[in-house]
């Protein structure tokens, strides 16, 4: 009925551990949209040439995607 199965971390996260992981998972979707809408939206009011918003907009999604990483290597650890 009862799995005897137990998880890596059977301890439960404080509330402050919690609320880190929350805030980080925040800045990395907010890292991966203007990522994005660097690229993708035209009117977007930035003096930059397409290449320039290219590269722009893909060093944003990889620091994001880097952020997520450490989140979760972070996460496993404590």
Do not use: C, D
């Amino acid at each position: 009925m009862f799995s005897t199965k137990k998880s890596q971390n059977n301890t439960q996260k404080s509330p402050k551990q919690r609320f880190l992981f929350v805030l980080g998972l925040v800045f990395f979707l907010m890292y991966f949209i203007l990522g994005m809408m660097i690229i993708f939206w035209k009117e977007l009011p930035i003096a930059l040439s397409w290449s320039g918003r290219l590269i722009m907009g893909i060093l944003l999604i990889a620091y994001s995607f880097f952020r997520f990483v450490r989140l979760l290597q972070n996460n496993r650890e404590a």
